[in-house]
T-cell receptor
Framework: QQQVKQSPQSLIVQKGGISIINCAYENTAFDYFPWYQQFPGKGPALLIAIRPDVSEKKEGRFTISFNKSAKQFSLHIMDSQPGDSATYFCAASSPGNTPLVFGKGTRLSVIA | DGGITQSPKYLFRKEGQNVTLSCEQNLNHDAMYWYRQDPGQGLRLIYYSQIVNDFQKGDIAEGYSVSREKKESFPLTVTSAQKNPTAFYLC??????????????FGQGTRLTVV
């Protein structure tokens, strides 16, 4: 049973455009929702994270929107750049040092 | 520099052979994790440890074993019982404070190939 469902699987965006990746979850005990960015051959790195008591968090060009009632959260990348081309993973975890549960990833390609 | 060190970067295994992947952290984190990454499958949890001398099975533990004798180290052994071991293996740790306590820091991965 997949606990975090991520879509789309792949995404192609023009340079300067907005990239949007969506995730949905079922477990209402989740209280931490990070997004990770991974370049080929490298480990994932934390991009931005949110807790369910806020509806939006922005860091530079990256924004997480969170809808607690719908159990959905999304990543928006404004003014997308070729350097943003990578695989993005959403994740979620419960309180304590419980393991992150990951979505299956979205491969983003930003073309000039 | 603080971080997670995985070695080797590339590893080749013959059929029927056990191999051990190394993971060391100097972040003073209590929790450590092993994930397996296959194309289109995301990251799947193999084993995790929240404290020294204790570890728990994840979703795909069959064919793998771990130990946690030291806080800094969490080696993963891929045994001959793992029938499809070719994958990218990622080690992570967590244990910060406040909002960042759940943040997982990842190593650079080990790519294991069966030859």
């Amino acid at each position: 049973q997949q606990q975090v469902k991520q879509s789309p699987q792949s995404l192609i965006v023009q340079k300067g455009g907005i990239s949007i990746i969506n995730c949905a979850y079922e477990n209402t005990a989740f209280d931490y929702f990070p997004w990770y960015q991974q370049f080929p051959g490298k480990g994932p790195a934390l991009l931005i994270a949110i807790r369910p008591d806020v509806s939006e968090k922005k860091e530079g060009r990256f924004t997480i929107s969170f809808n607690k009632s719908a159990k959905q959260f999304s990543l928006h990348i404004m003014d997308s750049q070729p350097g943003d081309s990578a695989t993005y993973f959403c994740a979620a975890s419960s309180p304590g040092n419980t393991p992150l549960v990951f979505g299956k990833g979205t491969r983003l390609s930003v073309i000039a | 520099d603080g971080g997670i060190t995985q070695s080797p970067k590339y590893l080749f295994r013959k059929e029927g052979q056990n191999v051990t992947l190394s993971c060391e952290q100097n972040l003073n984190h209590d929790a450590m994790y092993w994930y397996r990454q296959d194309p289109g499958q995301g990251l799947r949890l193999i084993y995790y440890s929240q404290i020294v001398n204790d570890f728990q099975k994840g979703d795909i533990a069959e064919g793998y074993s771990v130990s946690r004798e030291k806080k800094e180290s969490f080696p993963l052994t891929v045994t001959s019982a793992q029938k499809n071991p070719t994958a990218f293996y990622l080690c992570a740790s967590s244990g910060g404070v406040g909002f960042g306590r759940a943040e997982a820091f990842f190593g650079q991965g080990t790519r294991l190939t069966v030859v």
